[in-house]
């Protein structure tokens, strides 16, 4: 008797039993998570149906199972996601980047002239300045983040992606992290952000996938999930070159309360950009 299965057997296996937990993609799920396992992206994985594989191999490699019954997403147990086209890698410190987040980069590539300068606040993964990097040669960046953790994760990501000689990484409080004033060179064309913005209250009823597995302090945006805002509204305009302007991600019922705070500071031309399902998504200032 061989204790073997086929892989093809095998990630019908774990479709059923993700289908069984009610998880909502369990074929391609169960395709990715069982190609991971065996170094294998989904099209391999089919071309390898009939390979057989140890039931022991199979036990072990079933922790990733486990992990996505319990309520991980693929993307946090694989360790990475694709955003505007490139691969990120993630870890515990950073948020997963959404395709949302892509609105920002369309409006910044639109927006950064030749040559420009983006400053990208609480970066995460660093799944932004690094989108708009690699598709503009010319453009540079810094990028900060207040956990060390995550601007390891953002400094791999430039790397593997060719940007790093051109974005600087700086660990600090949102402005806190540039430190001193900014001579006028230092200055920014755009300043972006995608800031934690969901109110305290709110992220506890948030769904397993987000609440137990995104970071804390990258969705908890205050009592009232408008605090960075308050802060970058104040702050910018000080870090921003003439004419330059201030892009920031938003929840989908934020739009009026952040329009109104760039507007008190002083910005002209607030803007709301509505993502491709028709919800606000992003100011500009
Ligand atoms: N800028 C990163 C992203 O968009 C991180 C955002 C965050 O942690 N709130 O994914």
């Known amino acids: 008797m061989s204790e073997e299965i086929t892989v093809g057997a095998l990630w019908r296996r774990w479709r059923d039993e993700l289908a069984r937990h009610g998880v909502p993609t369990p074929t391609l799920d169960a395709k990715l998570l069982v190609g991971h396992g065996l170094g294998y992206d989904v099209l391999q994985l089919m071309l390898h149906e009939r390979d057989l594989v140890s039931i022991s191999l199979a036990e072990s490699l079933a922790q990733t199972l486990k992990r996505r ?15 505007y086209g490139l691969a990120f890698d993630l870890s515990a ?10 609105l920002v980069v369309d409006l910044a590539l639109a927006a950064l002239p030749d040559g420009g300068a983006v400053l990208d606040l609480g970066t995460g993964s660093g799944c932004i300045p690094i989108s708009i990097l690699s598709n503009r040669p010319d453009a540079q960046g810094v990028a900060t983040d207040i956990n060390p953790g995550a601007l390891e994760v953002a400094e791999r990501n430039a790397e593997r992606h060719g940007v790093l000689g051109r974005l600087t990484l700086k660990q600090g409080d949102w402005f806190g992290a540039l430190r001193g004033s900014a001579s006028e060179e230092e200055r920014f064309h755009l300043i972006l952000s995608n800031p934690p913005y969901i109110s305290s209250a709110v992220v506890e009823t948030l769904s397993a996938e987000v609440k137990d597995f995104d970071p804390r302090l990258a969705l908890d945006g205050g009592p009232d999930g408008l605090a960075p805002y308050r802060i970058i509204a104040a702050e910018a305009g000080s870090w921003l070159r003439p004419g330059g302007e201030v892009m920031v991600e938003i929840g989908y019922d934020q739009s009026e309360a952040v329009a109104a705070l760039f507007a008190a500071a002083g910005f002209a031309k607030v803007m709301v950009h509505k993502d491709l399902s028709g919800l606000d998504r992003v100011v500009s200032a």
């Open 93 to 102: 410190a950073t948020l997963e980047p959404r395709p949302d987040t892509e």
């Open 69 to 83: 019954v319990s309520g991980e997403s693929v993307a946090r147990i694989m360790g990475q996601r694709e955003f």
